[in-house]
Nanobody, 115 residues
């Protein structure tokens, strides 16, 4: 199993930047892909970006061109650099790690973008 701890959320003005970090512990070398999901108030959790252990990444349309996901496989850490933040980026951001036999979630970190 894998445990995840997120950090880096906070309050930022529209147009600003934040970097989220997610540190995995446990069987980190069994992780195949890691990603970030967002849950806005009253909405379902949705994918923001994900990256495989070979470095392939994909993004939600809303994140393309503004967000960058990166990963350090040796450390079991994934990052999300968010630029040009908008009010609609507000929500709880959850880290996810998936393997053949597990799908783990972090506790979430709040991102609030003030317009």
């Amino acid at each position: 199993q894998v445990q995840l701890v997120e950090s880096g959320g906070g309050l930022v003005q529209a147009g600003g930047s934040l970097r989220l970090s997610c540190a995995a512990s446990g069987s980190i070398f069994s992780i195949l892909a890691m990603g970030w999901y967002r849950q806005a108030p009253g909405k379902q959790r949705e994918l923001v970006a994900r990256i495989t252990n070979s470095g392939n990444s994909d993004y939600a349309d809303s994140a393309k061109g503004r967000f960058t996901i990166s990963r350090d496989n040796a450390k079991g850490t994934v990052y999300l650099r968010m630029n040009s933040l908008k009010a609609e980026d507000t929500g709880v951001y959850y880290c996810n790690a998936g393997g053949l036999r597990f799908n783990s979630w972090g506790q979430g970190t709040q991102v609030t973008v003030a317009s």
